[in-house]
């Protein structure tokens, strides 16, 4: 009796990959398939496009140098929750919303101002706290990721160290709140890793919640009960599944 409801369920999962045949690539009008030799290599402008400002925030950490200045040099500061910061002869700058290189460009304003000659600064990003994504629910690794430069969804979730065995591919959903007014939206990560329609961009605040495949729940409890002998059998359709 335990052998033939076994069967059942292992034939039965069986049946349910079986109808599920493989993607195909493409269907995004933007998107042009090529063969895998016939990839061309980006260009400059190809890499300098695939990122975005990165605007300070509460909580960054940052690394301030004033060239030729030992003492104003390779100084850590965090940001406040108020958005500012306080550097030697500077005073206190609000530096929210500001981007690392028109941060450089106010420190070197009020140096100037406090008889600074042509004051050289550098501003470096050492750890962000106020842009994160938040991904959570099926993923390897769920939780907070810092956003520097361009974030996707696809992206988003490989910082996560990918979806787990027990994900469900077409049920992504991405919260986000704009003006004050929140909104979801669903997607098919596994059409968007066949080029169905473009990797949509992921910003600081969104929330990736990856959903739960029921019937992978389901194929494990049927690969914890199974006896022995149907051991075989379970391994290969567990195979087949993936």
């Known amino acids: 009796m335990r052998i033939a409801r076994g069967l059942v369920l292992a034939s039965g999962v069986a049946a349910l990959a079986a109808c599920a045949g493989p993607a195909e690539l493409g269907g995004n009008p933007k998107l042009e398939v ?10 400059r402008t190809d890499v300098q496009s695939s990122t975005t400002p990165y605007y300070v925030g509460p909580f960054d950490r940052l690394v301030i140098d004033v060239f030729g200045i030992e003492e104003l040099s390779a100084r850590e500061v965090q940001v406040d929750a108020s958005g500012r910061i306080s550097f030697p002869l500077a005073g206190t700058v609000n ?15 009020l140096l100037a101002a406090q008889y600074i000659r042509n004051p ?9 706290l106020s842009r994160v994504v938040t991904v959570e629910g099926q993923v390897k690794k769920p939780g907070l990721y810092p956003v520097v430069g361009r974030m996707t ?47 949509p ?27 022995a002998l149907l051991t075989p059998l379970v391994i290969a359709i567990d195979r087949f599944t993936r």
Do not use: C, W
């Not at 090529?34 to 260009?43: F, I, T, V």
């Not at 530096?95 to 304003?109: D, F, W, Y």
């Not at 050289?120 to 962000?128: M, S």
């Open 34 to 43: 090529l063969a895998g030799n016939q990839l061309p290599m980006p260009g």
């Open 201 to 227: 961009d992921i910003f600081a605040g969104d929330v990736v919640m990856v959903g739960e495949s029921r019937g992978r729940l389901l194929f494990k409890d049927v690969l914890a009960t199974a006896p």
């Open 120 to 128: 050289q600064v550098t501003v470096n990003l050492k750890e962000t």
């Open 153 to 199: 969804l696809m992206r988003a979730i490989a910082t996560a160290e990918g979806t787990s065995e027990y994900s469900q591919l077409d049920d992504i959903v991405v919260f986000r709140t704009v003006d004050g007014q929140d909104y979801a939206a669903l997607y098919n990560l596994d059409a968007i890793r066949h080029g169905a329609y473009p990797d």
């Open 95 to 109: 530096v929210s919303g500001m981007t690392p290189v028109e941060i450089e460009g106010e420190l070197s304003r």
